[in-house]
């Protein structure tokens, strides 16, 4: 674990070098579940002047991190950059892929999606175009815990991915893929994308809500078991949406609203292995956009959530409008433990360990 000082350290150099920004003060929390709390790159070293949409995956007991990083997002240079943590230290950040279409064409990256099936490489889902409403859904795979990766393979027509959170695989081998459409009439829909095959071919549900009654995106899904599964989508509704299917996806409810707030700000979720549902979330609801606290909600049911950590909490000088803690990625790895990752103001990439016994 990084100490307190190498912390600030980092935030002195990095104001050092970008005097016209003022960032706020890194938090270091005291809480028994946290075991490690650290950057994945320390701002005074960023290739990058932002980065977004960080995604992280085990493999082999090597941590992967990824993101899309760039002088901005939408911006034509922004690529997928990954990171590789082996024995407790983050290797330099790489850019492995970037949308160069050919030599006067350049499209900006987005959300990439680390996922990793059971007995199978590790694979890297992303998304390039000029913005979410002309994406398209590219996929990379690696046979060595993300050391190197094939070159990048176009998925079919009218399946895009996982779009932010990572896919499930159920024991049958079966694998679900959150995803979501935004179109350039400005409506947002979510959908589930299945494979039987391991990935070579799709099916897509359709679209699983009602646009004019809640536009929503970037859905998660939680495994109750026996077929009981439930999506949570981020929404412009100001709140977090669910739908349930009891079927292993087949079929779903409509969409409807949950108690947790939601201010049109990525979500992730897992379920754990000691069966509760493990949620990462702003807890605002009332101001678009409003990405601080970041914070840990726990259920048994789905239903009823606790609040129980902030991982960023209010500062006594937050700015809401230049601070963001914010789209969150999250796993349970094969020793029980939770790994998170975030973005953190833009700026660099926040991973965090938790013991799920200690919450």
């Not at 990095?14 to 946290?34: G, R, S, T, W």
């Not at 990048?152 to 694998?175: A, R, S």
């Not at 973005?343 to 990439?349: A, E, F, G, L, Q």
Request: charged residues 25%; hydrophobic residues 35%.
């Amino acid at each position: 674990m990084r100490t307190a000082l190498l912390f600030a350290t980092s935030i002195i150099l990095f104001a050092c070098k970008e005097k016209a920004q003022k960032l706020p003060e890194v938090i270091l929390l005291e809480h028994p579940a946290i075991l490690t709390q650290e950057f994945v790159y320390e701002m005074e070293n960023a290739l990058t002047p932002e980065c977004h949409a960080s995604t992280v995956e085990v493999s082999n007991d090597v941590v992967i991190a990824s993101w899309f990083g760039g002088t901005e997002e939408k911006n034509k240079d922004v690529g997928i950059w990954i990171s590789r943590k082996v024995n407790d230290k983050w290797s330099t950040p790489t850019e492995i892929v970037n949308g160069v279409q050919d030599e006067n064409t350049r499209y900006p990256c987005w959300n990439p999606v680390l996922f990793k099936p059971k007995g199978e490489p590790l694979y890297l889902f992303y998304k390039v175009g000029p913005s979410p409403q002309e994406w398209w859904g590219l996929y990379m795979t690696s046979k060595d815990d993300g050391k190197t990766w094939s070159d990048p393979i176009e998925l079919p027509k009218g399946i895009l991915g996982p779009i932010k959170n990572q896919p499930i695989q159920l024991t049958d081998g079966t694998i679900l893929s959150p995803s979501s459409l935004e179109t350039k009439s400005g409506d947002w829909t979510i959908h589930l994308e299945t494979s039987s095959d391991l990935g070579k071919t799709w099916s897509s549900s359709g679209p699983l809500n009602n646009p004019n009654k809640f536009g929503a995106i970037q859905p998660v899904v939680l495994n109750y078991g026996d077929g009981k599964l439930q999506l949570l989508s981020r929404t412009k509704n100001d709140v977090v949406s669910q739908n349930w299917s009891n079927d292993y996806g087949k079929t779903w409810d409509t969409m409807q609203a949950t108690s947790l707030p939601n201010p049109n700000s990525g979500i992730d979720g897992v379920t754990l292995k000691d069966g509760r549902q493990f949620l990462v979330y702003n807890p605002t609801g009332e101001n678009w956009g409003d990405r601080v606290p970041l914070s840990i909600g726990l259920s048994t049911d789905g239903k009823n959530w606790k609040r129980v950590l902030d991982l960023e909490p209010l500062r006594e000088t937050t700015d809401k409008e230049g601070e963001e803690y914010s789209y969150p990625t999250v796993i349970q790895a094969e020793d029980g433990m939770i790994h998170v990752v975030y973005t953190w103001n833009r700026k660099t990439v926040k991973y965090i360990v938790l013991n799920p016994k200690k919450l």
